[in-house]
């Protein structure tokens, strides 16, 4: 297949593209600004709404990863720099879709599993209501940007992705130092709910998603059997072979990384992939140990 891809030099989208290089043809669809663009890149310019048609029309699938990363200390600034990082790509892309006369047939939009806010010890599917706060908001508003694309006709997934595990980025590669001094340990009260899933595993999520036909809509894209935040603390203890003894109050994790602190550490998200189970994707890292083992290998 012809698969177009945005946000492909990010840690998922690397992960991806070597997932689906082997069987298909995959492009980069990169920003004007791009400093390592290749010659069969696709440009295109969400702030200013540029972006070639017929580049949509000759693919077969769109995997739309783009977004500007979570992990620094909010401000007003910064949170919309998040919010046009991923409404106005995707509005874009999704209304130049259904423009198309021979529009892809499928796109896999990445989404998030803030959708369902700060939710305790409730399990979460994909029915299951909103949340609240700025993520919830920002999940639901990215979601509803995909709907052009999906009233035209292309099959649209909406991963709403968990914690992923991988030692090249995101909350493990920042929480590996700490934990190899010795200096780890639980967030808050640690009863908190971490949904996770291992790079190389949502890599194939992603390749599930385009092949299988009976998948659409949102689909939490995270491993079975989410762990406590005490839980994965001591697994990656374990992992690691240090002491997990220093917590890290709810109310410093505030101070040093305010509201993203509460949205993304201290919330509590059980979610359970149903639709993945139901469809029968088998994983290969299941295991919340062996998953940390194969992560930091």
Same mark, same amino acid.
């Given at each position: ?5 945005? #946000?492909?030099?990010?840690?998922? *989208?690397?992960? !991806? ?8 043809? =995959? ?5 004007? !600004? ?14 200013? *709404? ?11 699938? $769109? ?20 919010? +046009?990082?991923?409404?106005? @790509? !995707? ?14 047939? $499928? ?7 803030? &959708? &369902?806010? /700060?939710? @305790? +010890? ?16 920002? $999940? ?21 992705? #968990? ?6 980025? *995101? ?10 001094? @010795?200096?780890? @340990? ?14 190389? +595993? ?16 949102? $689909? ?16 990656? *203890?374990?992992?690691? /072979? ?13 101070? =040093?990384? #305010? ?23 088998? &994983?290969? /890292? ?12």
């Amino acid at each position: 297949m012809q698969i177009l891809m945005t #946000g492909a030099s990010g840690l998922v *989208g690397t992960a !991806t593209r070597h997932q689906l290089l082997p069987n298909h043809e =995959v492009r980069r669809l990169v920003r004007s !600004t791009s400093s390592n663009r290749a010659v069969e890149d696709v440009v295109w310019d969400p702030q200013s *709404g540029n972006m070639d048609r017929q580049c949509l029309e000759q693919a077969d699938v $769109v995997v739309h990863l783009a977004g500007e990363n979570l992990g620094r200390r909010w401000n007003s600034a910064l949170k919309q720099q998040i919010r +046009d990082s991923r409404i106005l @790509g !995707t509005q874009l892309l999704c209304e130049t879709i259904a423009k198309c006369e021979s529009p892809p047939r $499928v796109l896999i939009a990445a989404s998030a599993i803030g &959708y &369902y806010g /700060h939710r @305790g +010890d409730e399990e979460l599917i994909e029915s299951s209501s909103p949340g609240s706060g700025f993520l919830a908001e920002l $999940v639901r508003d990215w979601e509803a940007a995909t709907e052009p694309a999906k009233a035209g006709g292309t099959r649209v997934v909406n991963l709403r992705i #968990g914690v992923v595990l991988s030692k090249d980025g *995101g909350a493990l590669k920042s929480m590996l130092l700490p934990f190899k001094l @010795g200096l780890g @340990g639980i967030v808050g009260n640690g009863r908190q709910f971490w949904s996770w899933i291992e790079l190389s +595993d949502l890599a194939r999520v992603i390749e599930f998603a385009i092949q299988t036909e009976s998948l659409s809509g949102p $689909v939490n894209a995270v491993a079975p059997n989410p762990p406590t935040n005490r839980e994965f603390t001591k697994a990656l *203890g374990r992992t690691l /072979h240090r002491p997990t003894v220093f917590p890290m109050p709810a109310f410093a994790a505030k101070l =040093v990384l #305010g509201e993203m602190a509460q949205e993304l550490l201290l919330a509590s998200a059980r979610v359970i992939p149903a639709k993945l189970t139901e469809h029968d994707f088998e &994983y290969q /890292h299941a295991d919340l140990d062996e998953a940390l083992r194969h992560a930091l290998m």
